[in-house]
């Protein structure tokens, strides 16, 4: 069951008590959703499916959604698609743990929140665009090219 406050909080418990190689896929569909510390996303939709495994839960995400940014040429609104899968062990105990340092609570409450904001933010790119080929803004009186032209505009694609 998962909780409004922790929308992305798993009770995992029952999966521990089971056999190895047993699972439960977990479905997660939000039209809007904030991720700590700063991903204000919309359009979520995301599985999760844990396994059962001899060293711990095998979570293994596969996550996309939109978030609104600005094109860094013409600085309109646009909206940037982020998509993400992982595989990640919360282990049994420090023995099994991995390098991802991910240990089963005690309470057997898996939050994937982190593991979400960390896979997303990796897909966000560095430039933004609108549009593959966005003309820009006017250098001199900061005309969108891509609406209208200005008396500055000669050759668009050579000022960029």
């Not at 005309?143 to 000022?159: D, I, Y």
Request: aromatic residues 8%; contains cysteine.
């Amino acid at each position: 069951m998962k909780s409004n406050r922790h929308p992305l909080r798993l009770n995992v418990g029952f999966i521990v008590s089971q056999s190895i190689g047993s699972n439960r896929d977990f479905g997660f569909e939000f039209p809007s959703i904030y991720i700590q510390p700063d991903l204000d996303l919309t359009s979520f939709i995301g599985n999760c499916l844990i396994t059962r495994t001899p060293q711990g839960l095998l979570a293994q995400g596969n996550f996309s959604a939109d978030l609104n940014a600005d094109c860094v040429r013409c600085l309109e609104p646009t909206i940037v698609h982020l998509q993400t899968s992982f595989d990640e062990l919360y282990a049994f105990s420090e023995r099994t743990v991995t390098d991802s340092g991910l240990i089963l609570p005690e309470d057997s409450q898996i939050d994937l929140e982190p593991l979400v904001h960390e896979y997303l933010t990796l897909e966000i790119p560095i430039q933004s665009l609108c549009k593959p080929d966005c003309l820009g803004l006017c250098p001199e009186c900061g005309e969108n090219w891509n609406n209208k032209t200005c008396e500055h505009q000669s050759h668009p694609a050579a000022s960029l």
